[in-house]
């Protein structure tokens, strides 16, 4: 075999596996939807209160979810490394302007809570100082969606899972 035919079949091999390895990546989704169906309820003064019904795309990876009822109604969703994305409902509240905060620092995110009064609603999630946090407001406050202790080479795939939600 000639030189410049092995040179044409090296290029071929290359050229193909180039564009497989292309097309694979374009295939792959970052992305899967969670969504909420509306199943936990509350009673507050005998009235039944439903969680509201939302869906939003999360990232691969998730670990566990949790729903807890108080209040309010709480949605954790965790992933590797103790990120997590968190889904807060306060029925029967209004009147608080909406805003999006995203890759926060944790002094910032502390500072955010507190201004909108739901530091005590985070538990005793541990909040890391090396980590980023995001937050959106909605409804006239009463829907929260929040990422917390995300490493920052994942910040962009949490502001979009948070940036999702729909109703």
């Known amino acids: ?36 169906n509306n199943k936990m309820v509350m009673k507050l003064d005998s009235v039944t209160i ?39 409902y306060f029925p029967n509240t209004e009147g608080s302007p909406d805003y999006r905060s995203f890759g926060l620092t944790h002094k910032a995110f502390e500072k955010l809570c507190e201004k909108g009064n739901i530091e005590d609603e985070l538990g005793d999630i541990k ?12 409804n006239g406050g009463s829907f929260y969606a929040i990422y917390l202790n995300v490493l920052a080479k994942n910040v962009n795939a949490f502001n979009h899972s948070i940036s999702s939600i729909q109703f």
């Not at 670990?63 to 109604?73: G, K």
């Open 127 to 138: 909040l890391s100082k090396k980590r980023r946090f995001g937050l959106i407001r909605l």
């Open 50 to 88: 439903k969680d509201k019904d939302f869906r939003l795309h999360i990232p691969y990876g998730l670990l566990a979810s949790q729903n807890t009822v108080s209040n309010y109604f709480l949605h954790t969703l965790s992933f590797d490394g103790g990120q997590k994305i968190l889904l807060l």
């Open 1 to 36: 075999m000639k030189d410049w035919q092995r040179k044409i079949r090296y290029i071929s091999v290359w050229t193909i596996l180039l564009l497989i390895s292309s097309l694979a990546k374009g295939q792959t989704k970052k992305y899967i939807e969670y969504a909420n």
